[in-house]
């Protein structure tokens, strides 16, 4: 049998609305993505996957959903929907959508109709007229609001405007199995399980315990853990029934979880061989870029994983700063490490659109602010060439977001050899077409500020993340694709000698 694509694959995350805008609205849209997939198809990536692309009133970008099948105005119509993955099927890519199956928008006909009052949490108050219990908001302020009409408060984990669907409901859980086929039977290849650690709510509705010492910094904040409403083990029966809802398609579509939670043994409890294929590791994301602590964060990982089950790598997202700032301060050298990193560690990588160019999180100003949560500077628009607009939206027209720095753009940087964009699309090739990066991980020992690895009966790969030259000893091979391009074809009789900020992939002898 052969083993499955995403085992290995590239997952090119794109957010539609900053992606690239055909109908010059300042939006982006899915003919503006279909008259870019020779750019990913050139790239190399095995799928996208599009942040929400429903319809919604946007109080959360799309994360508010207020029709699971349908296309949002602003991106098209279903026809194109349709185009888009008869387009990138041509190109060999696979189309994935995110699912948002933890709530919907409270402009869904579903909230409002009476014959499916209980498919939401909804509960009386406390006698004193308080919520039911003490659970807060990720967004801020009580996770419960009171619904005039009937008395009733209801759950929401997000925003007022994102009420939670009660999963112990078997009739939700029945009108998500027939969204999946909806999606899968128009070939669609997967999706990205938006919350999907958080699906299910503790059935008692138990308050929630203070917050635990080593607390993340957002609920140490709000002073509780969350024990009772994010993160329980029963979502797992959600993403079990689900797998069998794939099982019914050949190839089997891929489920992604976005499975936030930030402790690797809270990841592991979803990490299933009947449930989601892929969960995303936010812990990782999250580490620091010091070469002991992402090592030590792979290792862990690795050490964790159960046989069989797939790793899952990724540094930005359209909710956390991009790594090319957050990590490497808008070094392009530390950049380069942190896409050698992720394009050369066993199992899938996800790379969030402009991550290939090495883009940067923009700072935007207040009046252009749009997001509840301040993620705006990680969703400003593609930067496809030098000009006004970008290649994103038509000169003279205003973008949704502002668009940053626009001297690193796609147009560039594809002229350029020595480009972020050409080793991007280097270290894909290596993944897919040499047998380099296809073994387990193994961990060598480096000197401090260097992460070296082995891919078993492959690559060894090496990072000097540090400020400090660095030497290692016992290497011998070639310098397969480096940082420093002009060091691809280098033979290394027993020494490496690496550069502050510098990685090598290397063949074995
Ligand atoms: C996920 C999404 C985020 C959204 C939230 C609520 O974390 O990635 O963008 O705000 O869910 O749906």
């Not at 594809?414 to 991980?441: C, E, K, M, Q, V």
Request: proline residues 9%; hydrophobic residues 40%; contains cysteine.
């Amino acid at each position: 049998m052969t083993a499955p694509w995403w085992e290995r694959g590239v997952i090119y995350q794109v957010y539609p609305r900053s992606y690239a805008d055909a109908n010059g609205d300042g939006v982006g849209d899915l003919p503006g993505l279909i008259a870019h997939l020779d750019h990913l198809e050139w790239l190399g990536v095995d799928a996208v996957w599009l942040s929400p692309t429903f319809p919604s009133p946007n109080a959360d970008w799309g994360y508010d959903c207020a029709d699971y099948m349908d296309v949002h105005p602003d991106f098209g119509t279903l026809a194109d929907m349709d185009e888009l993955i008869v387009e990138a099927g041509r190109r060999d890519i696979r189309v994935l959508l995110d699912l948002v199956p933890s709530h919907t928008s409270d402009a869904h006909p579903w909230f409002r109709d009476p014959a499916r009052r209980d498919w939401y949490v909804r509960r009386d108050p406390k006698p004193d007229g308080s919520p039911p219990n003490n659970w807060r908001a990720i967004f801020g302020g009580p996770a419960w609001t009171l619904d005039g009409e009937s008395g009733q408060y209801y759950l929401h984990t997000f925003l007022p405007q994102q009420p939670d669907l009660d999963w112990w409901n078997e009739d939700v859980r029945a009108a998500f199995d027939d969204i999946l086929r909806f999606w899968f039977d128009r070939g669609v290849a997967g999706f990205r399980v938006d919350v999907a650690h958080a699906l299910v709510k503790d059935r008692l509705l138990r308050d929630n315990p203070p917050a635990r010492r080593n607390e993340s910094p957002h609920w140490a904040r709000v002073g509780q853990w969350p024990r009772y409403n994010l993160g329980l083990p029963e979502a797992v029966d959600v993403h079990r029934r689900w797998r069998r809802v794939t099982g019914e398609y050949d190839p089997a579509p891929l489920l992604l979880g976005e499975t936030y939670v930030l402790e690797l043994d809270e990841l592991m409890q979803y990490v299933v061989p009947d449930g989601l294929q892929l969960c995303m590791n936010l812990v990782f994301l999250h580490t620091p870029f010091v070469a002991a602590e992402l090592a030590a964060t792979v290792a862990r990982t690795e050490a964790l994983l159960p046989a069989g089950a797939v790793p899952v790598w990724h540094a930005s997202s359209h909710d956390d700063p991009r790594f090319a700032t957050r990590w490497c301060d808008g070094d392009e050298d530390a950049t380069r490490c942190a896409l050698v990193a992720l394009l050369s560690l066993r199992g899938a990588a996800l790379l969030y659109q402009g991550d290939e160019i090495g883009l940067e999180t923009v700072p935007v100003p207040p009046e252009r602010v749009r997001d509840v949560a301040g993620r705006d500077p990680c969703r400003t628009p593609m930067v496809w060439r030098d000009e006004e607009g970008a290649g994103f939206t038509v000169p003279g027209v205003e973008p949704w977001l502002p668009i940053g720095d626009r001297s690193r753009n796609v147009a560039a940087q594809r002229d350029d050899p020595d480009s972020i964009l050409a080793l991007t699309r280097d270290l894909i090739a290596l993944r897919r077409r040499r047998r380099l990066l296809n073994g387990a991980y193994e961990p060598v020992a480096a000197p401090p500020g260097v992460w070296a690895f082995r891919r078993e009966g492959g690559a060894f790969v090496a990072l000097n993340l540090g400020r400090e030259p660095a030497r290692l000893d016992g290497v011998s091979g070639v310098i397969v694709l480096g940082t420093d391009r002009t060091r691809d074809g280098e033979p290394l009789a027993g020494m490496l000698e690496l550069r502050p900020r510098e990685a090598v992939v290397a063949s074995a002898p």
